[in-house]
């Protein structure tokens, strides 16, 4: 009976329309956003002779769509884009691996320790000067900017993954006989892997504030290039396409991670929003 | 006995490690690279340093330009933080309609801000503050926010069967409860608000610590440069651990709880 009466309800279903589901929590955000434009559009138009200050939306968009097409913004994008995945993805190797080994062997901890926390400490932006003197202008020293950044934070999360990993696991382990490569491999990385996509996110955000910095300062390509000189010569609309162009590449990867982070490791309670 | 011998080893580790990195780098840039504008050994950072404090001086007006930055900065990130958050988390209302807003701002780059500030405060003080502002706010305001959001039900429960009125409940209930939360957040507001003053320095600044290690960057001054980045460091250590104090302080009973960033 209840079988049928499932199919039954599955077979209806199916003939209904698929209705969006929109909550009040989403529609309100789409309210605010398009009466935001709105405003600053009507406000800009009305009150400000000069589009130097406050560029109106729609001179904005004309200008996105002028770098679009001439293909400007989609090779600074490029450059950053390409910048980042190699720092990024060199920083999740070698972090993974350091930070497993001063998850695992505590002599490499305390000697490694003190390095991790000095480097973790400076701030971004205070190093990159030297970076671009040691590394050049070129793509070189952004790479070893993100790779700076981010290996920090996967370092000392997976170092903690590894730590907190629950005795029982390893007891396990060790009564299936597991082989040595065999626990890494099934009991360890897995065990670690949420703590090491905690240090990716964390890793994310800086390395886009660091990489845009070391464009800014010294480059040939990419959007903090883009916003030097954009910058520099004054022209309005094509800063607030830059702003804008980071904040959708911000927010985009931060939600990326994020679901990443939520399908791995969906027991986690972050006190994030 | 066996704890004593383990805290020792650690030491010798710890030390040893430090001392073995300062030797390689004092024989590599003594014996490899002999290049001052490329690499200097510690030995003349750490003369350097010595001469910027106590010979000429020439450190203190930047540490001061740089930390009242970082002060109004993060004086008014707390004073416009903490109500917003606590706002957003009473009203469903506020929260759907600024949110969106808040996240887009929060997950931009900061430096994308600087040029625009610029633009509109000039090249005074105010930019300045303001970039700082920008880049503690948020953590500050999201913890406030989660702070109040996370208050035990029991509590409010409790108050209601006192009948206790709304405000009294703010106050004596769900302010204390997420005074944890609002001083990790403050936590984590300090090395973004550190990443902010040299942010705000680099664009048209005469003085502060970021002005210095640009300007050394610039002028390929390697000892200076080093100097720069250590007081950095040593800044965000020592702010850091001020906090942590207070925090433990004030709130001894939340010991263990780790808010990230």
Known sequence: ?273 | MNGRFHDYSSTILKGGSILAGLLLWHLLSEYFIRDTTFIVSPLVVVKTAYDMLFVTGELYPHIFASAWIFFYGFLLAIVIGVPAGFLMALSPVVRDYVSPWMMTLYTTPRIAFAPVLLLWFGIGGGAKVAIVFLGCVFPILINSFYGMRVVNRDYVELARSFRLRSWALFLKILLPASVPFILAGIRLAVGRGLTGVAIAEWFGATEGLGYLIFFAGQTLNIPTLFVGITAFAALGILSFEVLRRIENYATPWRNGLEVRD
């Open chain 1, 1 to 273: 009976m209840q079988t049928l009466n499932s199919v039954l309800l599955r077979s209806r279903r199916r003939w209904e329309l698929p209705r969006p589901h929109l909550s009040t929590e989403f529609v309100r955000g789409c309210i605010s956003v398009l009466a935001g434009v709105v405003i600053w559009e009507i406000l800009t138009r009305l009150f400000l002779e000069d589009e130097l200050l406050i560029p109106p939306p729609s001179s904005v968009a004309r200008s996105f769509w002028t770098l679009a097409s001439n293909g400007q913004l989609n090779k600074h994008f490029a450059a950053t884009l390409i910048e980042f995945a190699y720092g990024f993805s060199t920083a999740c190797i070698v972090g993974i691996i350091l930070g497993y080994f001063m998850g695992m062997y505590k002599w490499f901890d305390e000697v490694m320790d003190p390095w991790i926390a000095t480097l973790y400490s400076i701030p971004v932006i205070a190093i990159v000067p030297i970076i671009i003197i040691w590394f050049g202008i070129g793509m070189l020293s952004k790479v070893i900017v993100v790779f700076k950044i981010t290996v920090v934070a996967i370092i000392l999360n997976t170092a903690a993954g590894i730590k907190s990993l629950d005795p029982v696991w390893l007891e396990l382990a060790k009564s299936l006989r597991l082989s040595k490569w065999e626990t890494t491999y099934k009991i360890r990385f897995p065990g670690a892997l949420s703590y090491v996509i905690t240090g990716m996110r964390l890793g994310v955000g800086r390395a886009l504030l660091a990489v845009v910095v070391a464009e800014l300062m010294a480059a040939n390509a990419g959007l903090g290039y883009l916003l030097r000189d954009a910058s520099e010569t004054w022209d309005s609309p094509k800063l607030f396409v830059t702003v804008i162009s980071l904040a959708a590449l911000g927010l985009v990867s931060f939600s990326l991670i994020r679901r990443l982070e939520k399908k791995m490791a969906p027991w986690r309670q972050s006190a994030e929003w």
